[in-house]
């Protein structure tokens, strides 16, 4: 079993869908987070359930200072940072490149990369000071996007590939320091929602029509993943114990998509 107790851990996104559900597992397993939100509602939800065991920062994870007090506390709270989590993101709504909208074009890019690729970068780069120290790790929320197509348009799947880019030559630039990895999950019905200059600003995707029919059809095993089944992935790679050799990886969650 894979031994969080007493760990210190910060997570971006941590507020809803698989980010919360992971905030939810591991307070279980006796970890202290920290969890970075966008807003004083989703801050206000964490307090509701978890109380003391949880602090909040809200901020964007675009800010290089929103992430640096957010890591700032956590240290300050916790006595140091084991793990960082970088999971906020935002979905493209599988729209073709050339069905963008010409005038929004330029700011939805900048959005999706923003916090998919910029917020996970921004985010190491605050924590590594305290996670060289403990000798800690960073677990990034990849995709079945990552690896594949079909699950996002071109600016969603770009910016997952981009992940595991970060993910491969970040762990060789930190190690022997610290460990970092993936979890790439399939498709999850959450609330996942678009670039805020685009027209699915205000979308979530478990209001896509038969999205759960949709997402059963696509994998071999025949389900839709709920965000608790990632959850157990998450504890395996942030332990220092049952982790240890592992690093540079990214564990797929994904029923199977890739097999065809
Ligand atoms: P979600 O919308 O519940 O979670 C995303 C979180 O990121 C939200 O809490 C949102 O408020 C936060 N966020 C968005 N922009 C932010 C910003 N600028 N600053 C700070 N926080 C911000 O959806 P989810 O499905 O749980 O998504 C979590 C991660 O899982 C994302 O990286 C997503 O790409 C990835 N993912 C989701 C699926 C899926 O099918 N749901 C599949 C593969 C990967």
């Given amino acids: 079993m894979p031994k969080l107790s007493g760990s210190s851990v910060l997570i971006t996104g941590g507020a809803t869908g698989i980010g919360r559900a992971v905030v939810h597992h591991f307070v279980e397993e006796g970890a202290r987070l920290c969890v970075l939100c966008v807003n004083d509602e989703q801050a206000s939800s964490l307090r509701g359930e978890f109380g003391a065991e949880v602090e909040t920062v809200i901020g964007d994870v675009r800010s290089l200072a929103d992430n640096q007090r957010a890591a700032a506390l956590a ?84 910016s997952k590939h981009a992940v595991i880019g970060l993910i491969k030559q970040l762990a060789k630039e930190v190690a022997p320091d610290v460990r970092v990895n993936g979890v790439a999950p399939g498709g999850t019905i959450t609330n996942l929602s678009g670039s805020p200059s685009s027209e699915h600003a205000k979308s979530q995707m478990a209001e896509i029509p038969e999205i759960d029919k949709l997402l059963e059809g696509m994998t071999p095993l025949g389900f839709a993943a709920k965000p608790e089944d990632h959850v157990a992935l998450y504890a395996l790679l942030a332990c220092p114990v049952s982790a240890r050799y592992v690093t540079g990886t990214t564990i797929l969650s994904d029923g199977g998509i890739g097999v065809g």
């Fill in 75 to 158: 240290v300050e709270r916790f006595g140091g940072l084991n793990t960082f989590i970088g999971n906020a993101g935002i979905w493209d709504f599988i729209t073709p490149l050339e069905a963008q909208d010409e005038e929004k074009l330029e700011r939805v890019c900048d959005d999706i990369f923003g916090v998919n690729v910029k917020g996970y970068a921004l985010g190491a780069y605050a924590c590594l000071p305290a996670l060289r120290q403990s000798k800690g790790s960073i677990i990034f929320t990849a995709s079945s996007s990552s690896f594949f197509t079909g699950g996002g348009g071109p600016l969603y799947v770009a």
